[in-house]
């Protein structure tokens, strides 16, 4: 069978590890016998560069005609001033909202190889298997009112944390069915306390829960759950929150796995069916990192973990998406980390982006 993927390489550290991933899923189509076309086309600050927009017209066109999308990272520094209006980050919001991926799966899994090599006790972190719905599409990210003004009395800017009940609905789901295929704990994340918005997420999350009577629903406030995640993370399942919420608590929980360059994420607009597949967006959870781009240092594991999710969740080709995680598993197992991951112990293996993909994607059984 033939698939099409779309390659938004993008900024800073995207070509490198996008092309990693591109290299393990060739290798996945030898070994199993599909053809993968992938087409590249242009977002973020490259973008902008050669059309002058983030996200110009034929890329959104490409990714609609697309199987999967597979996306690097973005952002450069030469767009921080904050003056400027076309920023790299604009193309990846208005990909995900034209996309309608409103579901952002994000799995914290820690490798045991690693555990010893955290800025955490072994013991916090060892066995740690989560998993983050991030709402995606909606949320202070995308919310109305959003601008900046000036007043007689100084300037002023708004941000607004809006949800309609639908939009809260539909993500509350995707955590309960996600909750189900595993140990059936949901844990919603909001400030319930404090905010209008997570009053109306608390209420209608409660009122999904009545057709998952099989999964265990609680309710975190987001700055206990940024504690707890340090403190005993090991007691979550599954974790459906608000856009920025979810920003930031992934990055947090970057952490427990060693290094944002060992997360990846899929963004949906909807859990398949067992056996089924849906379109998505797969991108790692990290940033463009400026400062290592172009050093063949970047740990490309997060990209090739999220050709496994592209696999399983979009192609649904659940063997090939084990085989890729299981790879990984054994590269980490055989001592090979990079820089980000090297850790103490003595045994390790230092390499670079490329010399960790290509052991990757060797690693790979058919
Ligand atoms: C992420 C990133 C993006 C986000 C940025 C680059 C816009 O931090 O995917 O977590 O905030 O969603
Ligand atoms: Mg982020």
Not at 60 to 70: E, G
Not at 89 to 106: C, M, P, S, T, V
């Amino acid at each position: 069978m033939t698939y099409k993927i779309a390659l938004l390489a993008g900024d800073g550290i995207g070509p490198e590890v996008t092309a990693q991933a591109v290299l393990v899923l060739e290798q996945i189509g030898t070994l199993y016998g599909h053809k993968f076309e992938i087409e590249p086309a242009l977002i973020g600050g490259v973008a902008i560069d050669r059309t002058g927009v983030a996200l110009p017209p034929e890329t959104l066109k490409l990714a609609k005609a697309s199987d999967a999308v597979l996306l690097g990272a973005v952002g450069d520094p030469r767009f921080d001033d904050p003056k400027v209006s076309e920023r790299p980050e604009k193309g990846l919001l208005a990909i995900r909202k034209h996309l309608e991926l409103f579901a952002n799966i994000r799995p914290v899994k820690v490798y045991d190889e690693l555990a010893h090599d955290t800025v955490l006790k072994p013991e916090i972190v060892r066995g740690i298997d989560l998993v983050f719905v991030r709402e995606l599409t909606s949320g202070l990210y995308f919310g109305k009112p959003k601008k900046r003004w000036e007043t007689t009395s100084g300037r002023k800017a708004v941000d607004s944390m809006y949800y309609t009940e639908h939009e809260i609905e539909r993500v509350a789901r995707v955590g309960f069915e996600l909750a189900r295929l595993r140990r059936k704990k949901l844990t919603s994340v909001d400030k319930a306390n404090v905010l209008e918005s997570s009053r109306l997420w608390r209420q209608v999350t409660i009122e999904a829960a009545k057709d998952f009577p099989d999964v265990t629903l609680e309710h975190l406030l987001v700055d206990t759950c940024a504690m707890s995640l340090i403190r005993s993370p090991r007691d979550f399942d599954v974790l459906v929150t608000e856009n920025t919420f979810g920003d930031i608590l992934t990055d947090e929980a970057s952490v427990l796995a060693g290094s944002m360059g060992m997360l990846p994420s899929a963004s949906l607009a909807g859990i398949p069916a067992c056996g089924t597949c849906t379109f998505g967006l797969f991108e790692p959870i990290h940033g463009s990192a400026p400062t290592i781009a172009g050093k063949d240092i970047a740990n490309p594991i997060a990209t090739i973990l999220t050709i496994a999710m592209l696999l399983r969740y979009s192609l649904a080709l659940e063997k090939e998406a084990a085989a890729v995680e299981c790879a990984v598993s054994n590269v980490l197992k055989a001592g090979y980390r990079t820089c980000d991951i090297i850790g103490t112990n003595a045994g390790a293996k230092q390499v670079g982006t490329i010399e960790m993909g290509s052991l990757i994607a060797k690693a790979l059984k058919g």
